[in-house]
Each structure stands twice: as structure tokens, then as C-alpha cells.
T-cell receptor, first 111, second 112 residues
Framework: EDQVTQSPEALRLQEGESSSLNCSYT??????LFWYRQDPGKGPEFLFT???AGEEKEKERLKATLTKKESFLHITAPKPEDSATYLC????????????FGTGTKLQVIP | DAGVTQSPTHLIKTRGQHVTLRCSPI?????VSWYQQVLGQGPQFIFQ???????GRGNFPDRFSARQFPNYSSELNVNALLLGDSALYLC???????????FGSGTQLSVL
């Protein structure tokens, strides 16, 4: 069965203090690894899709990377508006879109 | 453009009752998926529908059922509600069913 483990569960950063979130996964053939951001009371919002080891994608202060067993979400010089729960998810290769999510990392950025 | 819309936003039911949750996908999207998110956990896959046919089902009991209509909107039905069914129910749509998901804001279900 596909598994996604995220660490840390919670992270508190000072504004401008860079850090990384970890996502370890096991999947029977990876179609794609996704990062989503979720604000309280809302549905997850798509950030990135990574398809193969070595791939990197960037968006503003966020950079996602992928290896065969892990993905990292690097946050450079975060701002308070980056505070949210960040979810990692994997989609196996196969006939349908059963995406398995991790439990998320709750990020708080203090001004 | 309208995003994924879900109704109702909040719902309170008692044990043993039945509930129907509704979802309208983004215009042009043919795939709808349903997820259950318990507080403090990540979303858990319940169903995926594509072109009105069930494509996949997660590890949920038969009390959970869904369907997709010709206009691609979808309903999730839960029978014989249990306290443990209390959660945020999320609907997500995508174009072909294999790429990134667009989520609605969810229906918060409380079972008393």
C-alpha cells in the first residue's frame, strides 16, 4: 500500500528564516508527487507536481525537489503569509487517480 | 471562472441518519474525486468518477456511495451515520483524471 510520511509535524520559523519540509514516500510506481498548501477551513491548493527523481520546481519563495524516496519543500526567507499546512501526496501509475496524502506539516511564520 | 463548488458548507446530523453532499466541478473537468479529512490528518481517498463511471474506490465501507451526473456534477451519500464519520469532506476535480487536483472548500459534517 502507498505511504507518505511528512516531517516535522509542525514548524515555527521567524520571518526570513529558511527551512525545509520533508516527505518520504513508498509507492508502487510513481506517476507523480504533489505538494499542496492548505489554509484553515479551506481545501488544499495545488503548488507543484514532480514526476521523476532529480526534478526541481520553483514558485516564489518555494522550491520542491524529488529523489527516489523523498521530496523536499524548501522555503526561502518565509513571510507570515506562508503560514499554512503543507501536504505532500503521491499518485501511483495505474488506472485511476487514487492520490495518497501525508498528514502535513503545519508551518507558522512569526513576524 | 468558478472553482469547485460544494454544498452545503456545514451540516449537523445524528447517528443513523443519511446525508447527501454535492459537488460541481470546474467547467470542462470530467473527473471528480471525493476525500475525507479528519482534523489533523491528510485527506483520504474515497471515490473517483470519470465520465459518469466509478474509476476507483478507497477503503471505506459500503455505507459510502457516490455518483456522477451527465453534467459532471457529483453526489456523495453516506448512510447510517456514525460518530466517526464527522470530518471535512472534500471534492476535487481534474480534466482527465490524472493530473493536479482542484479542491473545493469542503463540507464540514458533524455527527452527534
Amino acid at each position: 500500500e502507498d505511504q507518505v510520511t511528512q516531517s516535522p509535524e509542525a514548524l515555527r520559523l521567524q520571518e526570513g528564516e529558511s527551512s525545509s519540509l520533508n516527505c518520504s514516500y513508498t509507492v508502487s510506481g510513481l506517476r507523480g508527487l504533489f505538494w499542496y498548501r492548505q489554509d484553515p477551513g479551506k481545501g488544499p491548493e495545488f503548488l507543484f507536481t514532480l514526476y521523476s527523481a532529480g526534478e526541481e520546481k520553483e514558485k516564489e519563495r518555494l522550491k520542491a525537489t524529488l529523489t527516489k524516496k523523498e521530496s523536499f519543500l524548501h522555503i526561502t526567507a518565509p513571510k507570515p503569509e506562508d503560514s499554512a499546512t503543507y501536504l505532500c501526496a503521491v499518485q501511483p501509475s495505474g488506472g485511476y487517480q487514487k492520490v495518497t496524502f501525508g498528514t502535513g506539516t503545519k508551518l507558522q511564520v512569526i513576524p | 471562472d468558478a472553482g469547485v463548488t460544494q454544498s452545503p458548507t456545514h451540516l449537523i446530523k445524528t447517528r443513523g441518519q443519511h446525508v447527501t453532499l454535492r459537488c460541481s466541478p470546474i467547467s470542462g473537468h470530467k473527473s471528480v474525486s471525493w476525500y475525507q479529512q479528519v482534523l489533523g490528518q491528510g485527506p483520504q481517498f474515497i471515490f473517483q468518477y470519470y465520465e459518469k463511471e466509478e474509476r476507483g474506490r478507497g477503503n471505506f465501507p459500503d455505507r459510502f456511495s457516490a455518483r456522477q451526473f451527465p453534467n459532471y456534477s457529483s453526489e456523495l451519500n453516506v448512510n447510517a451515520l456514525l460518530l466517526g464519520d464527522s470530518a471535512l469532506y472534500l471534492c476535487a476535480s481534474s480534466g482527465t483524471g490524472f493530473e493536479k487536483l482542484f479542491f473545493g472548500s469542503g463540507t464540514q459534517l458533524s455527527v452527534l
